[in-house]
């Protein structure tokens, strides 16, 4: 079976750093790029950017560049997206996903999502 | 940037019903236009891809349309399991969603 597998919900104080984890399966993961969105509380789907384990590229969104970093470990098959001080707006969910070539470079497989709450 | 813009935001509708969810793009994408349902909870899934096909396992009952700026989600027949919130997504130039169509029951 095909899939993206999630770590699993954080809590997290202002400041502090954090890098949450996509593990993928069931397909060549160095063959697909993997992309990030966030879904803040109650509200909609941001693209925030993406990495391609082949090769080592990345793209971010202008509004989360500098803000977060992508990357990904294809030795096991996982990606992953950081941050190195966190703040309170950054509490949303967190989804990865893959874009496919074959369906227009529409995500076609998602992580089940992680939760980041940053409160003090 | 390209930006997305859907209507309506949200819809109340009947079992058994034709809906329509439009969304417009801020310049011409061709049909780099993907559409997907989310329900609380839940990630997105995919439905439509490049504007009008359908992903595989989705109901027939789900349609795409439309190229450039213009594009239409259509659900011929609402189901209980289609109460969901709908976006639409470019793959233009890298990835912008619409903010999204929730679908509620009447």
């Known amino acids: 079976e095909v899939q993206l597998v999630q770590s699993g919900a954080e809590v997290k104080k202002p400041g502090e750093s954090l890098k949450i984890s996509c593990k993928g399966s069931?397909?060549?993961?160095?063959?697909?790029?993997i992309g990030w969105v966030r879904q803040m509380p109650g509200k909609g789907l941001e693209w925030m950017g993406i990495f391609y384990p082949g090769g080592s590229d990345s793209r971010y969104s202008p509004s989360f560049q500098g803000q977060v970093t992508i990357s990904a470990d294809k030795s096991i098959s996982t990606a992953y997206l950081q941050w190195s001080s966190l703040k309170a707006s950054d509490t949303a969910m967190y989804y990865c996903?893959?874009?496919?070539?074959?369906?227009?470079?529409?995500?076609?497989?998602w992580g089940q999502g992680t939760m980041v709450t940053v409160s003090s | 940037d390209i930006q997305m813009t859907q209507s309506p935001s949200s819809l109340s509708a009947s079992i058994g019903d034709r809906v329509t969810i439009t969304c417009r793009a801020s310049q011409s994408i061709s049909t780099y236009l993907n559409w997907y349902q989310q329900k609380p909870g839940k990630a997105p899934k995919l439905l439509i891809y490049?504007?009008?096909s359908l992903q595989s396992g989705v109901p027939s009952r789900f349609s795409g349309s439309g190229s450039g700026t213009d594009f239409t989600l259509t659900i011929s027949s609402l189901q209980p399991e289609d109460f969901a919130t709908y976006y639409c997504?470019?793959?233009?130039?890298?990835?912008?969603f619409g903010q999204g169509t929730k679908v509620e029951i009447k």
């Open positions: 997504q470019q793959s233009y130039s890298t990835w912008t």
């Open positions: 996903g893959r874009r496919n070539y074959d369906t227009r470079d529409a995500f076609d497989i």
């Open positions: 490049a504007a009008s």
């Open positions: 069931g397909y060549s993961f160095t063959n697909y790029w």
